[in-house]
C-alpha cells in the first residue's frame, strides 16, 4: 500500500483551490430545488472537471451579468466514466427555452445543439451519480 506524503497532497489541493470559479454557476442542489416542471437547456457535456472549470472561465462577461439566465453544473456517471454537464436554467415552458436558446451567441457554440429537458429528468439523472462541487 502506498502512502500519500504532505507535499503530494497539499499539491493536489492547492491545485484545486486555485481553479477558476465563476460565482453565479449553480450546482446540483439548486437544480433539485427547481420545479420538476421547469425546462433546462443542456448547453455542453464534456468528460473532465478542468475541462468545465476552463470553459466556465472564459464564459462571456455578459453571461454572468444576465440575472434572467441561470447557470448549473451537474455531473452523471455512465460507464464507469464521469461526465461534467452545463445547463441553463429554469425555464417555464418549451418556448421560453427555444427562445433564450435564439438568443445564444457564445463563440464556438451551435445554439441549435443545444438539448431541451424536462428538469424532472434532469433531476432523475443527477441523482444517480454522488454529486461534488464548486468547480
Known sequence: MKVLRWPV??????????????ADVRYAPWLL??????VALQL????????????LARLPDAMSDDDALRLAVFRFKREEKLFYVLVAAPFA???????????????GFEPMSFWL??????????????QDYPL
Open 9 to 22: 497532497v497539499f499539491a493536489c489541493l492547492s491545485s484545486w483551490i486555485s481553479t477558476p470559479v465563476l
Open 33 to 38: 430545488s427547481q420545479s420538476e416542471n421547469a
Open 44 to 55: 455542453v457535456t464534456l468528460s473532465s472537471r478542468k475541462q468545465m472549470a476552463d470553459l
Open 93 to 107: 415552458s418549451d418556448a421560453q427555452a427555444e427562445e433564450a436558446r435564439a438568443d445564444f451567441a457564445w463563440e
Open 117 to 130: 429537458r424536462p428538469m424532472r429528468q434532469l433531476q432523475q439523472s443527477l441523482l444517480t451519480t454522488l
